[in-house]
């Protein structure tokens, strides 16, 4: 069964720092591209960043840029997304979500699988 | 960047009756080499993620009932709900994953029974 577990969200004070984190099983993790999609309170849904499965090509949304890093861990089937210089604008539920590799090269798809979400609260 | 438009923003709809949801791209996302429209549909339930419904507009993800049916090519899209259930209640999303990022979504559409 593929399971994605997101962890590590919390409150976090403006301009400060946390790292999420998306723990994936059931699949073979280091051969699908992966995304984070984020959620701010009642508003609908933002994608915020891709990975490739090697790694080799990141994206992000322009909202994030310069501030998030996205990587993972392949031997450790797991997904990170860094965060810094955080806003009351980042506030928001983070979904990591599986791509469902519909494009055979460089690029992301539609998703097919999502975690339940790590909540993310900048407030001082 | 593409803009993804939907229409409405929310319906009421009896049960058993048709729901229609409308999804507008700010330019083709038809790939003219494959003859693909890449678009997804999503529905979210409250405190739920997203479930994908339809992708390449029209094609059904394995599990999701045969009422939700998707059409439409390069610009305007649908989804529809032939027969509308209780358990239907949800916020239904659109997304492009067309070209290069930003891979937008919809700003949603709530569905809720008359």
């Known amino acids: 069964e593929v399971q994605l577990v997101e962890s590590g969200g919390g409150l976090v004070q403006p301009g400060g720092s946390l790292r999420v984190s998306c723990a994936a099983s059931?699949?073979?993790?280091?051969?699908?591209?992966m995304t984070w999609v984020r959620q701010a309170p009642g508003k609908g849904l933002e994608w915020v960043s891709y990975?490739?499965?090697?790694?080799?090509?990141?994206y992000y949304a322009d909202s994030v840029k310069g501030r998030f890093t996205v990587s993972r861990d392949n031997a450790k089937n797991s997904l990170y997304l860094q965060m810094h210089s955080l806003t009351a604008e980042d506030t928001a539920v983070y979904y990591c979500?599986?791509?469902?590799?519909?494009?055979?090269?460089?690029?992301?798809?539609?998703?097919?699988?999502w975690g339940q979400g790590t909540q993310v609260t900048v407030s001082s | 960047d593409i803009v993804m438009t939907q229409s409405p923003d929310s319906l009421s709809v009896s049960l058993g009756e048709r729901a229609t949801i409308n999804c507008k791209s700010s330019q083709s996302i038809l790939y003219s080499s494959n003859n693909k429209n890449y678009l997804a549909w999503y529905q979210q339930k409250p405190g739920q993620p997203p479930n994908l419904l339809i992708y390449?507009?029209?094609t059904r993800q394995s599990g999701v009932p045969d009422r939700f049916s998707g059409s439409g090519s390069g610009t305007d899209f649908t989804l529809t709900i032939s027969s509308l259930q209780a358990e239907d209640v949800a916020i239904y999303y659109c997304?492009?994953?067309?070209?290069?990022?930003?891979?937008?979504f919809g700003q949603g559409t709530k569905v809720e029974i008359k």
């Open positions: 059931g699949f073979n993790f280091s051969s699908y591209k």
């Open positions: 997304q492009h994953y067309y070209g290069t990022p930003p891979w937008t």
């Open positions: 390449w507009a029209s």
């Open positions: 990975i490739s499965s090697s790694a080799d090509t990141i």
């Open positions: 979500a599986r791509d469902k590799g519909l494009r055979a090269y460089s690029g992301s798809s539609c998703f097919d699988y």
